[in-house]
C-alpha cells in the first residue's frame, strides 16, 4: 500500500546521485579516498580522535565487542527494547548478553538500577543503546561501570550529533557504533561508523575490518605500501567509496535535517502532549537530539488494542512501527529467561509514528488528529 504519509522518507536528491556518479566515474569505488573524507567528517563533527568506516552498524558493533575484549564465559549487560544487533553482536564472540530493564515509558533507556541488579562477577561490559536518539543517563552508567571495572559500547546508531551535557552520543563510553542503513537519520543502503577515543582500539578496529591486513588495496593501488602482513583474525567490514560518498553528501545535510525534525518534534509534543491514554517518552528532554524516530506508548493498554490503533492509522493512510519487540522474547533468546515489566510493557503498546524533515504541519496534525481519534 502506498501510504498517505510514510513513517519516514529519504532526504535524498542530486547531490547524493552526483556524489555516487562522480565516485564511479573515478575509477576507484571500493574502500579509499571518499571513506577517508567521511571518517575525518565524523573525526572533526564528533570532536573524537579515531574514526572507522564500516559495513554496516552490526559489523560496528560486532568490532566493538572485538576490541573491548569480550570472550566465551563473559556476560554483557544490554536492553531488549533494541533492534537484534544490539544483542547479538555480544553473542558473536562468543559472550553472554544479561538483558536490563529499561525505566519505563517516559524513558524507554537502559535502567542503570537494573544494570547494577544484573551484575555478577562475570559481567565485561555494558551495551547502551540511545533510544530515537535520545541520551541514556550516562553519568549513573559510567559510574557504575567505572566502579566495576566494565567497558561501555555505545549504539548510537539512532543519535547522530545528539548531545548528552553538550557532548555528542559516541564519544561517553569506550568506542561507539553508528548505521547509514536506509531509514537512519545518514542514509546510504547499508553503511556504518565506528568511532573511539582509544588509539588501541582504533588500530584493532582498523586491522579487523579488513581481514587482519596491515595494508588496504588503496594504500598498494596507490603506491604507498607493496605488501601486507595478516596479524590477526580479521572479516571484510569495509565499506565502498560509492556508498562514503553518499554518506558525505547526508553527513554535510544533517545539522539542517535535525533542525527540521526539531520543529516536527515540538509541533507533536503542542498536539499530543497531554493526552489522556498516550504517554510521548523522553518529554521533558532539553539536550539537542537527533529524533531518528517518534515513540509513543499507549497507557493502561495492551497489545491487541494497539495493534487495533495501528490499524486505525493504517486505515487513514498513515505508516507506523513498534520499536521494537522485545529481543528477550525472540525464540533464540528464550532461554535466558529475563524478567523485563517495563520492557514488555512498552514492547505490546509501543506506536511509532512518522518522523523526517519534510513533514509538514498539516500532516503533523493529521496524524495527531486521527491518533487522537483511533484510541477512542
Ligand atoms: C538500535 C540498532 N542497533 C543496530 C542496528 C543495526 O544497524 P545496521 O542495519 O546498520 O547493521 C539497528 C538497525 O536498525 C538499530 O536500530
Known amino acids: 500500500m ?32 571518499k571513506n577517508a573524507a567521511l571518517e575525518q567528517m565524523f573525526i572533526d563533527m564528533w570532536h573524537v580522535q579515531y574514526a572507522v568506516s564500516m559495513t554496516n552498524c552490526t559489523s560496528a558493533l560486532h568490532t566493538c565487542c572485538m576490541v573491548c575484549g569480550f570472550g566465551p564465559g563473559d556476560e554483557v549487560i544490554c536492553p531488549s527494547l533494541t533492534f537484534a544487533a544490539s544483542c547479538n553482536c555480544i553473542r558473536y564472540v562468543g559472550a553472554t ?3 536490563a530493564d529499561i525505566i519505563g515509558p517516559e524513558d524507554l533507556n537502559i535502567d542503570p538500577a537494573d544494570i547494577e541488579r544484573k551484575i555478577t562477577p562475570r559481567t565485561k561490559g555494558i551495551i547502551v ?33 545528539s548531545e548528552y551535557g553538550g557532548r555528542k552520543l559516541g564519544t ?6 553508528f548505521s547509514f ?8 543502503g547499508e553503511g556504518g561508523m565506528f568511532i573511539t577515543d582509544n588509539e588501541e582500539m582504533a588500530a584493532k578496529a582498523r586491522l579487523i575490518r579488513s581481514h587482519g591486513m596491515t595494508t588496504m ?10 605488501e601486507y602482513d595478516i596479524t590477526c583474525m580479521g572479516y571484510n567490514f569495509r565499506m565502498d567509496d560509492i556508498r562514503a560518498a553518499i554518506a558525505i553528501e547526508q553527513l554535510k545535510k544533517l545539522p539542517e535535517d535535525l533542525q527540521a525534525r526539531a520543529i516536527v518534534r515540538q509541533r507533536y509534543l503542542d498536539r499530543l502532549g497531554g493526552t489522556e491514554g498516550i504517554v510521548i517518552p523522553f518529554a521533558g528532554n532539553n539536550e539537542f537530539v537527533s529524533n531518528y524516530i517518534f515513540p509513543t506508548v499507549l497507557s493502561g493498554s495492551d497489545r491487541a488494542r494497539r495493534d487495533v490503533i495501528r490499524e486505525r492509522l493504517h486505515a487513514a493512510g498513515i505508516q507506523t512501527s513498534v520499536h521494537y519487540p522485545a529481543v528477550h522474547r525472540f525464540s533464540t533468546f528464550r532461554d535466558c529467561k529475563a524478567v523485563l515489566p517495563q520492557t514488555e510493557y512498552v514492547a505490546d503498546n509501543e506506536i511509532t509514528l512518522p518522523m523526517y524533515a519534510a513533514l509538514t504541519p498539516e500532516q503533523t496534525d493529521f496524524i495527531c ?8
Request: hydrophobic share 40%.
Open 2 to 33: 502506498a501510504y498517505k504519509i510514510p513513517l519516514f522518507n529519504l532526504n535524498f536528491d542530486e547531490r547524493e546521485a552526483r556524489a555516487a556518479y562522480d565516485t564511479i566515474k573515478s575509477g576507484w569505488i571500493s574502500t579509499g579516498p
Open 97 to 99: 548478553p544479561v538483558f
Open 129 to 161: 543503546v540511545h533510544m530515537a536518539g535520545f541520551p541514556a543517563r550516562m553519568d549513573e552508567i559510567l559510574e557504575i561501570a567505572r566502579r566495576h571495572g566494565l567497558k561501555v559500547i555505545e549504539d548510537a546508531c539512532h543519535g547522530p550529533l
Open 172 to 177: 561517553l563510553g569506550d568506542c561507539a557504533a
Open 181 to 188: 542503513f536506509s531509514n537512519k537519520n545518514i542514509s546510504t
Open 217 to 226: 588495496s588503496y594504500q598498494r593501488a596507490s603506491g604507498h605500501a607493496t
Open 369 to 376: 488528529d486521527t491518533y487522537k481519534t483511533a484510541i477512542q
